[in-house]
């Protein structure tokens, strides 16, 4: 390298402007109590197998309206052998440009092993090296020993699990041990059996993109698509606001159109999101205004009907819509309730949130 | 007609759920004491050569984020044989469909004659029936006696003037007469001598959509592009503060990325919509963070340079955009100015405005 | 009306330019002997109940790439009262434009009635004004006299079966008499029962967008959405290949991502639209390249496992793309098949298309 | 790091499906024996101040319709300490991929220096890593020793020429000296002296992007623009066609809506774009539609009026369009020439290509 001419550039090279950011805003409503953070907790960089440097993923973060992400570079697999550096590197980097725009960056690792127990995220660690250990158990007690919180990543990954989903007795273990706290219920799909897991062993449902590509590559947002990110319901927008809220598993995925959860946050979500007007217009005409003040989308299906009322068989409230729909009374009913089911808030592994509004 | 079977069919016919729509929204800042209002006042309907039902009108407006707008269907030209109805028709069934909406309809007709004097929409207007008049001048004073507002349209229309763009005695006579008080600086094409004309004759500058199919026909939405548009600058969001507005040439135009304008609101919006944030890193380096608070875009061209700064030869403030410029002192300066044009801002004919930043 | 100013007023009033359109394109394969025609047969203007005029149909066919369209206004439901005029005046009006553009129009009209029969559609008729009956019989049996093609159109529409998806008696008289050739299986909604009884009757399978809208209110082409169509499979792309083809069944309905029909025809279409390349790049890897030569959509889910291969568990192969796909062999295997289905392929009542594809 | 636990789990971790990509594709004619290629030769990665890993640039290139692309990092600044590798990794890197899907790369460096004598490109090198020399002349020496093709840079570039765009005597020794080829006459901005000098010292223009971030991050392709880019009319689509007619000069810039090129290749593809069509629809109007048949926007802009026609002042002629343009005839004119500039196809600096077309 020529270093005398190399510094006597760097004052001519900085490139103005340098460049334009759009903030970008995900309109979900907070709940009572919460701010509603917009995390993506696992993606790579170049530092392992990821193909962008790591302030980019801090860039990405503003454009699109989140509110934290971490980075989470494997340890046990970096292939761009023309890099050699500390596992800290990736956040080091990226962590000056996450203050300059006002994102919270998580410093995290992805201990990558074979299954089982297959790939776990770290996060909230301070000494990524540490986790670099030839058995995994020591990766794990490393993490832990940092007060970790840690995530058993796509556990449905099919070139671990080509074709079952299964809890092992390692993750058992694990769990004990106070080794996993969450774990992924969505990567790319969806898995019905994490989210089942998360009801029964209390575990905190996470939902991350997992980028290693640029993320527009991956994400059509031309189409008004997101990635997918774990929605945390927090009591403050600050780092240890979200360590406190995972740990006592306050979250939501937000995958495609769908909101997977416990259904406490997301009935509050539901009812915060939308305000319905009704208007009763003849005597068997009711008119109801129904305004989604969220970017959500809400698939409403007709469950049970309730025979004094003509309605809807299947409605699809759009981000930020108004709709009018049109209810007809029949016979002398007085009133009566609409009752459906929004199809894409999942309460239940596959299994969409049962609601009723009076008429 | 099989008047029985149709009105028994009538209780089944309404569609549920009617429709959605989703509200849209333009950032201009308002001016001191005034709401910018986003108005569109000259389009078409089925009522003369337009392609659309009036409601259509409403729903676009609102969809796009319209204040206002003005149906002017032609006195003289109503190609659609099988409609034969009251010119106050249009109106009248968009009316229900405004205040639904909360759109502001104002009443107005387009004077549809042979250059001299051309085309001319009468606004806030009462009954459009009596401009219905075999010589032009009776129409003019007909809408004059309504106390309307009259906008002499697209003085530049090839198929009226195909290489010149004159103003003729004809336009004098209705200017002394109190029957012309704005013209159309934007229809379709921008009109360097309109805009002229209404810094010296004082007239009011009006830009307008004239669209005749479905909006998005015409406008490309999904690249972010808007309808010309008319900005009024008024006391209140309401028909009357609409009228004393364009009476006091309170306007600007608003037209694919243009701004065009007397130079005090210009200025008032560019002051308004951008916050300047300069901090000095070295000695030799002032970071300028440049926050764009609205949809505007603003194409800055260095002007006159200021010897003592090293800074952008052109840039483009995007919508909502983060900008860092870096500016470098030379020698040892120890301030100076950004001095540059905005060229999409048109205080004079093919002109931008003028602006410079202390550093 | 003032007739001499506005006959000579006419010769000004042609806009120049006209306007410009841009002739869209939607790829799916052609079927051996058949073209694959993309025809929406069902929709409407100002002459029913619909919001456009009757040249607006034929503009959106020509942009977004289809090949034929019916406007079938509603016979016995007019709301607009300000125009009067024959129920052949918006064919008559469409046809030159549909000429013009290359657009196939068809002539037809809506046959509105109560359940049962609920509302049908008349496609190749001659004269609609002789549907207008006061008896619903005679409607339709207007007609059969002139060969029509019959459609019931959404009999799952909740303002006329909130609940149920019934088949009538009616339903089999008409059926049994020669009136009633095909069913909408998507009209907005998917209706399953519908499919299931265009398999038991022998009836043609349709799908239409019945839109009454400017087609941009409600398909969101910047998303890359399509309206409803029904693909037919025609010896010729011409009126009477379409008539053949219909009678014959040989129809798909494409709806959002999905493609709905006989089985034979959509496997043919995903042997055509998808080519496959499979290279050993070692003793255990498959590498398989998958092209998409269509804008189709194929949303593939695992069915079956074979042991000896590892893949994907869900992957969707998007419009036009180029996937790569990595199949694993397990043990000392030489080779097996992919199993899958692919879901948005419903050759049953919501039931996707089983495929295997051979290593 | 691990190296057995690493070995054991390559075989596990490569992702199934790998990732999905759409070819695309510009519509740009081929002019008379020769083929017309898109190339971007100037770009850069991690491996010197670029934020992707080399085959993300591959990726882009094939997604967005490139024929061939040079990766150009810089010689003398290479910030991101923590990658240090030969000169020449990036281009190996990449070159994998351009061969699987399809992209010509061509290897090249960016010497980067103060002014005189800036930044230059030298694309067709063999060797990366022996234009690393403390004396600027030394490196331009290795590369022209390797016949490379040699463009100076962004001779606008603010911070290095802020205010003025100068011609000094170092590049006239470079041009001299064989050392200097072509121009860059757009990045990111269009410079009107680099368009001048490349026609008077026969140099070939270029236009190129220069990206350092994600190219999604710079261009914004959700409203249909694309990156700048050099059209090559070379005589096979293959390194060694590119090279021969850089040398020979024949190439053209697209950038944003603007062609810039010679006149006589730009001719050519104006001719070959556009077919146009006349019909004289009565004794005083001929219809005349326009096809543009390629990605290209024309805008036309009347020049000296033909008394005997009225026409269009200003149209905008849309890439794929069919528009309708209407012209009257005056008096008893037989015909006459419509006569105008097409504003966005420069053929000297600033100054748009007449174009006359016979009715």
Redesign the interface.
């Known amino acids: ?2 270093k005398k ?2 510094s ?16 970008g805003k995900i309109d979900i409503p907070d709940l009572d109590g919460y701010v509603t953070l917009k995390c993506d907790l696992h993606m790579h960089t ?2 392992s197998d ?4 790591p ?2 993923r801090i ?1 990405e973060a503003y454009r699109e309206g989140l509110d934290a992400i971490a980075i989470t570079d494997h340890i ?3 292939p ?1 052998t ?4 500390s596992h800290n ?1 990736s956040y080091e980097i990226a962590q000056e440009r996450a203050e300059e725009k006002g994102i919270i960056l998580i410093r995290g690792s992805e201990i ?4 089982p127990p297959g790939h776990h995220n770290a996060l909230f660690i301070t000494d990524a090296d540490s986790l ?1 250990q ?1 058995e995994y158990m020591d990766a794990f007690r490393a993490a832990k020993a940092q007060d970790a919180f840690i995530v058993w990543n796509h556990p ?1 990954w ?3 699990q ?2 079952t989903t299964l809890w092992m007795e390692e993750h058992t273990e694990l769990l004990e041990q106070g080794m996993m706290h969450g774990v992924e219920v969505v990567n790319r ?1 969806y898995c019905p059996e994490s989210h089942q897991w998360c009801l029964d062993k209390k575990l905190t449902m996470m939902g991350n993109s997992d980028m ?3 993320i ?3 994400v ?5 698509k997101h990635r997918t990110m774990t929605l945390v319901f927090a009591k403050s927008a600050t780092a240890e606001g979200i360590r406190e809220a995972l740990f006592d598993r306050r979250t939501a995925v937000y995958y495609n159109e769908y909101v997977i959860g416990e259904e406490k946050y997301l009935r509050e979500i539901f009812e915060k999101a939308l305000t319905w007007k009704s208007e009763q217009t003849d005597s ?2 009711i008119r109801v205004t129904v305004k989604n003040n969220s970017d959500l989308t809400f698939r409403l299906k ?1 469950k049970q ?1 309730d ?1 004094r009322l ?19 009374l029949r016979d002398d009913a007085e009133g009566g309730e609409l009752d459906f089911v929004v199809e894409n808030f999942l309460v239940l592994p596959n299994e969409g949130m049962r609601c009723k509004v009076k008429m």
Chains 1, 2, 3, 4 share one sequence.
């Open positions: 390298m020529l001419p190399t006597l550039l760097l004052a001519f090279l900085i490139a103005l402007p340098l460049f334009a950011q759009v903030r170049v530092f990821g193909l962008v440097w302030t980019v860039d046990e697999f970096r761009h023309d890099i050699v550096a590197r990558t092993r074979r299954m670099e030839p449905h099919a070139p671990q080509p074709d799909l290693h590509q640029p527009q590559s991956d059509d947002f031309c189409a008004g068997v005409t007709k009907h025979t003509v309605y809807f068989r299947e409605t699809t409230i759009v981000p930020h819509g108004e709709h009018i729909l049109i209810v007809k």
